[in-house]
């Protein structure tokens, strides 16, 4: 499975853009989708997932509310819209997949055994 992120860009505090990741996995809601993201010297962190069996949606507690996970089957793509942003929100964007994710385990990324490049969010007046 290849995952071609794409989507970031500069953007001042309180802006929105609307990260894709596509995917070569086809149907692609037999893989549960993740997004993560690292910022300069942090560790990876989780964002978003998105269930392969119900497209269940999680986030983490720093996003809820501002970010939103989606999925068309159809153009084998995952998308994330991330509103109001803040500075903290600065950070290479990842997505991950894999068709054997454990719900209580969704964070960690080494449940996934597919990576896309990553995309970089900054946010900056």
């Known amino acids: 499975v290849q995952l071609q992120a794409c989507g970031g860009g500069l953007v001042q505090p309180g802006g929105s853009l609307r990260l894709s990741c596509a995917a070569s996995?086809?149907?692609?809601?037999?893989?549960?989708i993740s997004w993560f993201r690292q910022a300069p010297g942090k560790e990876r962190e989780w964002v978003s997932c998105?269930?392969?069996?119900?497209?269940?949606?999680y986030y983490a507690d720093s996003v809820k509310g501002r970010f939103t996970i989606s999925r068309d089957n159809a153009k084998s793509t995952v998308y994330l819209q991330v509103n109001s942003l803040k500075p903290e929100d600065t950070a290479v964007y990842f997505c991950?997949?894999?068709?054997?994710?454990?719900?209580?385990?969704?964070?960690?990324?080494?449940?996934?055994?597919?990576w896309g490049q990553g995309t970089l969010v900054t946010v900056s007046s």
């Open positions: 991950a997949a894999d068709r054997n994710v454990i719900v209580g385990q969704m964070a960690t990324p080494n449940q996934y055994d597919y």
């Open positions: 996995a086809s149907p692609l809601d037999y893989y549960a």
């Open positions: 998105i269930s392969s069996s119900d497209g269940s949606t």
